[in-house]
């Protein structure tokens, strides 16, 4: 048990933190597409020690979903991932379903996706808001598809998260199926900048520059998905806790592993 003169320092290092976050995440834009648009076109290296606060630069966390994708997803229907950014968990994707078909709100981060994809022929990416009327239709052309969304929902607010789910209903129709795996940090933005190893005198480059240029994020948990996917419109086949990997920014290796949780899906007709 920690004695109460160090619960006190504790105490002050968390208060005197958030003048600073507050100071920086003034100049995050309040649009949603300009803020991650300008976010993707400033960055210069994506993969392990880059400048994307969520991405680890490995296959780890992918495979920990492979037995919950080939549990429920239909391996002949093509995969959507949405909100791909630079399109790494797109590519894995590529290995296990006919199509992968990559989807980001930013014109750079799918410039950059397109490069780092290049040869591979059943990759491809689009630019799309799914948020806007009707964005599920057509996306993967004649047929049902299977979704794949990691680190999304977090930061939509409400209205934005059930305009998502609306148009995911038209994409997966009544044979695909939406994998979901979202952060679900149980603290305050406080909380959640400390966990990822900042301190009063120095924020790591990839998490200063979300706070700098980004929505702030919530979480999304069991209670998250059942308000906004609720039961009498989707059956939940699988849910469960599991960790979301990011970018190594400290020599502490817990740092870069955040809670999360993830859920299986399936349209009700």
Same mark, same amino acid.
């Given at each position: 048990?920690?004695?109460?003169?160090?619960?006190?320092?504790?105490?002050?290092?968390?208060?005197?933190?958030?003048?600073?976050?507050?100071?920086?995440?003034?100049?995050?834009?309040?649009?949603?597409?300009?803020?991650?648009?300008?976010?993707?076109?400033?960055?210069?290296?994506?993969?392990?020690?880059?400048?994307?606060?969520?991405?680890?630069?490995?296959?780890?966390?992918?495979?920990?979903?492979?037995?919950?994708?080939?549990?429920?997803?239909?391996?002949?229907?093509?995969? $959507? %991932?949405?909100?791909?950014?630079? /399109?790494?968990?797109? @590519?894995?994707?590529? #290995?296990?379903?006919?199509? +992968? =078909?990559?989807?980001?709100?930013?014109?750079?981060?799918?410039?950059?996706?397109?490069?780092?994809?290049?040869?591979?022929?059943?990759?491809?990416?689009?630019?799309?808001?799914?948020?806007?009327?009707?964005?599920?239709?057509?996306?993967?052309?004649?047929?049902?598809?299977?979704?794949?969304?990691?680190?999304?929902?977090?930061?939509?607010?409400?209205?934005?998260?059930?305009?998502?789910?609306?148009?995911?209903?038209?994409?997966?129709?009544?044979?695909?199926?939406?994998?979901?795996?979202?952060?679900?940090?149980?603290?305050?933005? $406080? %909380?959640?900048?400390?966990?990822? /190893?900042?301190?009063? @005198?120095?924020?790591? #480059?990839?998490?200063?520059? +979300? =706070?700098?240029?980004?929505?702030?994020?919530?979480?999304?948990?069991?209670?998250?998905?059942?308000?906004?996917?609720?039961?009498?419109?989707?059956?939940?086949?699988?849910?469960?806790?599991?960790?979301?990997?990011?970018?190594?920014?400290?020599?502490?290796?817990?740092?870069?592993?955040?809670?999360?949780?993830?859920?299986?899906?399936?349209?009700?007709?």
């Amino acid at each position: 048990m920690s004695s109460p003169v160090a619960a006190v320092r504790s105490a002050l290092r968390k208060y005197l933190m958030v003048p600073k976050l507050i100071r920086l995440s003034r100049s995050a834009p309040k649009d949603r597409p300009l803020a991650w648009d300008r976010y993707w076109a400033g960055i210069a290296a994506t993969g392990p020690r880059g400048e994307v606060l969520w991405d680890s630069g490995n296959d780890h966390e992918l495979l920990g979903y492979l037995d919950a994708l080939q549990r429920h997803l239909d391996p002949g229907l093509p995969v $959507v %991932d949405i909100g791909c950014g630079h /399109g790494s968990f797109t @590519r894995g994707l590529a #290995a296990f379903f006919p199509q +992968a =078909i990559g989807v980001d709100v930013s014109d750079h981060a799918v410039a950059r996706a397109r490069r780092e994809s290049a040869g591979m022929e059943n990759v491809s990416y689009v630019v799309r808001d799914m948020t806007a009327p009707g964005a599920g239709h057509g996306l993967a052309g004649p047929t049902d598809a299977n979704v794949f969304i990691r680190g999304v929902l977090h930061v939509l607010e409400p209205a934005d998260q059930a305009a998502l789910v609306g148009n995911l209903r038209d994409l997966v129709g009544t044979r695909g199926t939406v994998f979901l795996a979202e952060t679900n940090f149980q603290g305050d933005p $406080v %909380d959640y900048v400390t966990h990822l /190893g900042a301190t009063i @005198r120095d924020i790591p #480059a990839p998490l200063e520059r +979300a =706070i700098r240029e980004l929505p702030m994020p919530g979480h999304f948990g069991p209670s998250e998905c059942g308000r906004v996917m609720p039961p009498e419109a989707w059956e939940l086949l699988e849910d469960g806790p599991v960790t979301i990997e990011t970018n190594r920014m400290t020599d502490v290796a817990g740092e870069s592993l955040i809670p999360g949780y993830f859920a299986v899906l399936r349209a009700r007709h």
